[in-house]
């Protein structure tokens, strides 16, 4: 004996413990974690791509570790680099972008220290390609003139300090000849005159007194520059004995300050 068949508008019974329901099993559902998944690695994906590339060409962010830049750049300050403004480097190429226009007198640049490419530097430009710069007493001469210089601090004047290190300087004496350059005796606050060779410039640190500058290791080189600051983004008094300085110690007038 057969079940007799349901009518078209009947209501299926439940599904009794044991039983296979209608139709076949949705099997939806045991996909939404996967799809979830891949979702969020298209995401995580396109974020790190617009990181890259953001970092690679437009800005990156650069902490001021050393007082060289005092009256401009302060110790603790981070700051925002314009890396399209005099050609960004194409990763893992050494190929450029084509610049907005060259470094000029007076910028403040961020670029690879040509003594370890691995440490960036930041210092104002005072010398182009051809240029005939020199100090006395600590004033800079550009080309025969006296160079106005608003921003830069002496926390030493009663002090010139000379060395071998500024001996490199013979090499591109304006004055050329061996007398010249045996009779030449630089030092800290009287150097020069010399020529800025081509391709190259010639950096100074702010702060006169305390700065790592070319006056010690020489030009450099245009390809070793990175970018220019455009402001300060974050800006804190480093503390060694409070552990989150950076939060009780925020420098708030700095914020947003344009570097100039």
């Known amino acids: 004996m ?3 068949p349901l009518p078209p508008d009947a ?23 996967l799809r979830a ?15 890259f590339l953001i970092r690679s060409f437009l800005v ?11 009256g401009t750049l302060l110790v603790g300050d981070f700051l925002l680099v314009n890396k399209l403004v005099y050609g960004a480097e194409v990763p893992f190429t050494g190929a450029r972008l084509p610049a907005m226009h060259a470094p000029q007198r007076g910028d403040v640049i961020v670029f690879r220290w040509p003594e370890d490419p691995s440490k960036d530097f930041v210092k104002r430009v005072v010398g182009l390609p051809g240029d005939t710069i020199g ?13 106005p210089e608003g921003y830069t601090s002496h926390t030493e004047p009663g002090s010139d300090p000379a060395g071998e290190e500024f001996r490199w300087q ?7 000849g061996p007398s010249a350059s045996a009779a030449y005796l630089p030092s800290r606050n009287n150097w020069g005159p010399i020529i800025v060779p081509p391709a190259h410039l010639f950096v100074l640190g702010d702060n006169r007194d305390n700065s790592l ?11 070793m520059v990175k970018g220019r600051p455009l402001l300060v983004y974050f800006s804190y008094v480093p503390d060694s004995t409070t552990p989150v300085s950076f939060l009780t110690n925020v420098r708030w007038h700095r ?6």
């Open 2 to 4: 057969t079940d007799a």
């Open 213 to 223: 500058d070319s006056r010690y290791w020489g030009f450099v080189p245009d390809s």
């Open 135 to 147: 100090m006395r007493d600590g004033v800079l001469q550009r080309n025969g003139r006296l160079v």
């Open 255 to 260: 914020l947003g300050t344009r570097i100039r």
């Open 37 to 51: 998944f891949w979702e969020w690695t298209k995401s995580m994906a396109t974020a790190l791509l617009l990181f």
């Open 60 to 70: 990156e962010a650069f902490k001021i570790p050393s007082g060289s830049m005092e």
């Open 11 to 33: 209501t299926p019974p439940p599904v009794v413990s044991g039983e296979t329901p209608y139709g076949p099993t949705p099997r939806r559902s045991r996909w939404r974690p």
């Open 170 to 176: 013979r090499r591109y004496l304006a004055r050329s």
